[in-house]
């Protein structure tokens, strides 16, 4: 592919020709199209390092002829193919009907899930549902099949451990020998799609109905998607009346979703939604801890309590760790870097980028005031003056609503 061959030789420039061949050239090209570049990573690390420092670059300057982004498709070598090797000097013919289903990262595992009283019922209806015993951190290979409450519907806020639960449970099943499904909403529309285009229903059908089980990761995402809504519906009913598991995860509770069937809703509902809250600081710390301990790079509890306070968030936080010791090893030459050399500081420095950043986009009572002027037309001034006139006390209450909604600031501190 030409217009890749000329990013990476941009990149030779910018990072140096020593680091593209180690990091990039290596990234086999498995197909690709008009608006979509299919890569081979030889292992996660090396994803991990694309994602670091390629992916904000791909969003911006990886593009098309007609100046529109190109796409990049990741999978990690021996995973689910996403299609035949092509020559990137030549043009790729149109590649058959294949569907490449969602990799279940090796890390979302019930032993490494953080269990709370915000997401105990959760697990235990999926850990059952998969034959894990937490009591001796073990899966029972005969654990009946069939589901006490089927569908399964989680849901909660982003960085509560929906997609983990899910994959923990997609790889316990498959522990038991079983065909199971795992895909997000968009992977799930995607086949839809290709499969209506190739005329290849048929196909399509076969995949997600002859499955032991099925789970689906951002429900939410089937927002507005008629025609794959109307396959979820049928794939749903069949695989509900072999009474084989459907577990889904999504931001909402069923009767939030917006834009999606009521008939579908209501089937969502015929099973159990337990909800996931969110975690606590000391709880991120023991997500980040963990996660450490699973990467071989113990951190210090400094460290750990440093990450916690400063991203506040499970995602953004054991995204900032995986830098840090992606950085670590970098910076420092060796790929037995220890984790005890690091000290606050030294992680604030390696990490001042994405702080800078989490920082830029962290809300405050200010931006929410700025937003809210903008939209009705006013000036900060007049939501935060005297005037009791319609225009600026709507406004004015809507901001003291969502800053105690979102920010949990007390009612005096608003009145401030």
Known sequence: MKTWENFLTIQDIELGKETVNKWLRPLKIV?????????????????????????????????????????VHLTVEHSAKVGPTQNSTTPAPAPP????????????????????????????????????RHENKSYDKEFPLEPYFNPIYIFGDKGTGKTHLLMATAAGLRRRGLNVLYVRSETFTEHVVTAIRAGEMSRFRQAYRNVDALLI??????????????????????????????IMAADCAPNELKHVEPRLVSRFEWGIAPELKPYTKSEITKIIVLK?????????????????????????????????????????????FSATTLTVPIVKNTLKDLIAEKEQKALTSQKIIKSIAEHYGITTEDILGKSQTRDCALPRKLAMFIIREKLNISFVKIGD
């Open 31 to 71: 197909r690709f199209d008009a608006g979509n570049l299919y890569l081979e990573a030889k292992d996660s690390f090396q994803i991990l390092w694309f994602e670091e420092h390629i992916r904000p670059k791909i969003k911006t300057r990886f593009l098309s002829g007609n100046n529109k982004p190109i796409k």
């Open 97 to 132: 009907f294949k569907m490449n289903f969602d990799v279940v990262n090796p890390y979302c595992k019930f032993e490494n899930f953080i269990v709370t009283e915000g997401n105990e019922l959760a697990f235990k209806v999926l850990a059952e549902c998969a034959g894990y």
């Open 217 to 246: 990761d951002n429900v939410h995402g089937f927002s507005r998607k008629g025609a794959t809504q109307e396959e979820l519906f049928h794939t749903f009913n069949t695989l509900h009346l072999l009474r084989k598991p459907i």
């Open 292 to 336: 450490s301990e699973f990467l071989k790079f113990n951190l210090r509890p400094a460290i750990a309590d440093f990450l916690t306070e400063t991203f506040q968030d499970t995602i953004l936080g054991t995204r900032a760790l995986e830098a840090l010791i992606l950085r670590s090893h970098l910076n420092n030459k060796t790929p037995h």
